[in-house]
């Protein structure tokens, strides 16, 4: 077990129970990371509602509603399909609020304009708007999808 991770599910959990908030996620390049951190936490079913992992295309606009054209124009990692993850990870959940992933974690894949280390993760909240933020994260695969569920978790907003 990753004990930074951990503690910071845990903290996490101990912000969404006091705010009586449930969080889900949808995840594409860190293949059910999140929702797995998240439940090694003792109790995270009083905050966790569900785990979507949607690494292809299809899953994305399956299970999530991630629109074709979006995926044709933008591609899979962007601003605009992670925004439709996590949107649809809460419309499809009993959440208040969702973490979505997507990005390049490597070796292959990575293009001229989105390199290998390309991340794009997104927060919504119901009602409020969705923040989208892009990274350039460096290291190998390991790395790469590490760092992105640490910045996913840690860039819950619940409470201000």
């Not at 001229?112 to 994260?137: C, D, H, M, R």
């Amino acid at each position: 077990m990753d004990n930074e991770l951990f503690e910071i599910a845990q903290q996490l959990g101990r912000l969404l129970k006091l705010n009586e908030k449930k969080i889900a996620t949808a995840e594409s390049c860190t293949g059910g990371w999140i929702a797995q951190v998240i439940t090694e936490v003792s109790g995270c079913s009083a905050w966790f509602d569900r785990g979507f992992v949607t690494y292809s295309n299809a899953a994305k606009m399956q299970i999530l509603g991630v629109n074709s054209e979006t995926l044709d124009k933008f591609g899979a990692v962007s601003a605009e399909t992670a925004t439709e993850m996590v949107n649809g990870a809460l419309a499809h959940s009993d959440a208040d609020c969702a973490i979505a992933v997507t990005g390049i974690a490597g070796p292959d894949g990575g293009t001229a304009e989105k390199p290998v280390g390309t991340v794009f993760i997104a927060w919504a909240y119901k009602n409020k708007s969705v923040k989208v933020i892009q990274q350039k994260l460096t290291g190998n695969r390991h790395e790469i999808r590490r760092q992105t569920v640490k910045i996913a978790l840690e860039g819950v907003e619940i409470g201000q």
